[in-house]
């Protein structure tokens, strides 16, 4: 009896213990706490951020990847190296020695199988979405090199294939809870709702990470995630609010991808008419909105693209904040005969970023100050969707939808078609310039890419003036002191545990 | 009371019939759930295939027909997101709900019954003062004030409990603690309110001249009495803990199935919206159940 109640007493202190006990960083276990749980860990589904940031690159590695610290471009991750042939179809020389973390070794079959599976119409992959409009043939030449081969062809296949995760040969066509990759780190535990994590293995190929550990814990409030790291229950919060931002010992924004915008809707008047958009632009006072309602570190954007993408115009400014010039252009386009007094409807998001009630009411009294008649509409995530993509409603009144767009990915092909070509899902106008422009910056490379991208950039902002471009947003992380790291504009997607050091 | 058992599992079968029929129709009303699914650049050609895959595309009629077959075979479908039976997600998360509500309504009940009735015993007093106000209080504060006040004082500046999570016995003391105040106002007001009228009628003021002690009198001649409407208001306490209490466990990282439900009506995810409110309403019809046998055991009239 007494030495079941010691055994007990023992028990219970551990189980207390642990519930108190820091986050282990100085041995290599960390532990990050989250918004929002994986629903599943699919490795085709990585390219969505609530599954990207646990997994990619982590347990599922890709065979490019984009150097988003430094300026390397498209790095070999298992690829070793790539060429295009001659047919314009692009030949892949794989890593050897490389194996998954169930003990098979990788090859050419398994990045067929890969791909077979993104493009398969039994699982829906996102990450098939990189691929739309494209035909795809995959050929094996041998188990260390593969040709990859798309109808049109596709010069940036390099930077696609570092959203394609590789799994094995083995995978089922249909979606898996436990994935098996060929990254530093396994799956170990999956307690949904409470917590996922991560190990090393002893057989991977690169470099060994610091990180040893992973535990990755879930909490919907930013406040809590805050705390978290502060009490030590946690290492590191890659998303917490401006408010909770306050230690500069272990509190920094960073650019994260994200840009806020307004779409102009340019099929319906008064909105078809180029100098109603321009006076739109001149009557917003961006600047007053930094370290007020949007976070000091904020950009003022004149892209959708954030400044660390391919063709980023430096030229182009952003338009200045000019009531009267405003004024004037709606004045001369209501001499014209442009029914300017017809009211423009706002559609926002609710909760789509902080502050964006506060955001949206401010741009409503500034466009009304310089003479527009401006309602404002919110909505929730669903609702919006059909207001921002095709195919929109018949009938509908002049129309700006405010959006926030991530572009993480280094290059515009994966914003412009969506937003600005003719066919494109959200795009508000059609204009055979710039769908001639997006259509050859495509297929460019090089140089002749980033030029053709950074005339696209100048002539929509300046010539179409297509939309109301707002902030590339900042996003505020909390960093325990223990770890050495800084997030990038890639963190909201991915978040490499390899890139993590422990002082 | 057999028959009285019979009468009210098949009037809740036809209430749980009704309610998965409305629930069924209303969640295809929300939308598509392929637009939630993937993002706004996805093409059409993959959002038909979405469907495609989870027959979707069918009339609504051979939907609810299959959904109907798949329900009596006791296939509740799966989670679009989650890729898993949608009944072993909603029970996963229901169990946590279930012993977060059953051990918050024990000490609720326990402690509110006392303070209650101590404050009804000495009614105008300076302990039914303080029960009183605190209690109103308890009814009134907001939930998830509460919890970051909580948090920021007992986890951020004493240190003394974990923020969030479920990993130890310490984890559930904040939840609980929070969990615990709004109905433990509610119902020391209504075991107050009760205890009066009960500790006034003639068989207590019989029993004070027979010379009977004050805690006999209050604890088994009036407060038996006095449960019914306690009961009753305990009985919705449990039932809105067992719907899942969506801000405690968002705040603290709670599993259960509010958040779920919640998350799973945002996401369109509707095999998971049927299988919450199917479990979550089962369990409400037993607790019911329980709430009429214990007014049977407690009132002989409603038992003959």
Known sequence: MKKTLISGALIAGATLFSALSPALAASGAIKIVLPEEADLLEPCMATRSNIGRIIMENVSETLTELDVRGKKGVMPRLAEKWEQNADGSWRFHLRQGVKFSDGTVFDAKDVKHSFDRVMSDKITCEAKRYFGGMTITTNVVDDNTIDIKTQPVQPILPLLMSLVTIVPESTPMQFVREPVGTGPYKLTNWTPGQQIVLETREDYWGKKPSVTKATYLFRADPSVRAAMVQTGEADLSPSISQLDATNPKTDFSYLDSETVYLRIDHNIAPLNDVRVRKALNLAIDRQAFLGTLVPEGAVLATAIVPPTTLGWNPDVKQFPHDVAAAKKLLAEAKAAGVPVETPITIIARTANFPNVTEIMEAIQAQLQEAGFKVELKFVEVAEHETYYSKPFKEGRGPQLVAAMHDNSKGDPSFSMFFKYASKGTQSGFSDPKVDDLIQRASAAVGDERARLWSQLIAYLHDDVVADVLLFHMVGFARVSEKLDFKPTIATNSMLQLSEIGIR | ?304
């Open chain 2, 1 to 304: 009371m057999l028959s009285f058992i019979r009468k009210r599992s098949v009037a809740s079968l036809i209430s749980l019939v009704g309610l998965i029929v409305m629930v069924f129709f209303l969640s295809r009303m929300t939308g598509d759930p392929a637009s939630l699914f993937l993002p706004v650049e996805a093409s059409a050609e993959m959002k038909q295939q979405f469907r495609e895959l989870h027959g979707l595309n069918d009339p609504l009629l051979v939907q609810f027909g299959r959904y109907v077959g798949d329900v009596v075979t006791g296939d509740l479908g799966e989670s679009y997101r989650k890729a898993r039976p949608a009944l072993d997600v909603v029970t996963e998360a229901f169990t946590w709900t279930l012993w977060l509500a059953l051990i918050t309504m024990s000490l609720v009940t326990s402690a509110a019954i006392v303070v209650g009735s101590l404050a009804a015993f000495r009614s105008g007093g300076f302990f039914d003062r303080i029960a009183s106000m605190l209690s109103l209080i308890g009814a009134s504060v907001p939930d998830f004030w509460l919890a970051i006040v909580a948090i920021v004082l007992f986890s951020v500046n004493l240190a003394w409990l974990p923020t969030s999570g479920t990993g130890s016995v310490l984890h559930w003391i904040l939840p609980i603690g929070v969990l615990f105040v709004r109905p433990f106002g509610i119902i020391v007001q209504v075991v107050r309110g009760s205890m009066i009228s009960a500790l006034s009628s003639a068989y207590v003021k019989t029993a004070r001249a027979k010379g009977v002690r004050s805690g006999p009198i209050i604890f088994i001649h009036a407060l038996r009495n006095a449960m019914l409407p306690v009961i009753t208001v305990i009985g919705d306490q449990a039932a809105s803990l067992l719907n899942g209490a969506v801000v405690v466990e968002t705040i603290f990282g709670f599993p259960g199935v509010g958040k779920l439900m919640i998350d799973s009506i945002l996401q369109r995810d509707f095999n998971v919206v049927l299988a919450a409110i199917l479990v979550t309403a089962l369990a409400i019809f037993l607790m019911n159940l329980l709430i009429d046998l214990c007014y049977a055991l407690l009132d002989p009239r409603i038992r003959h």
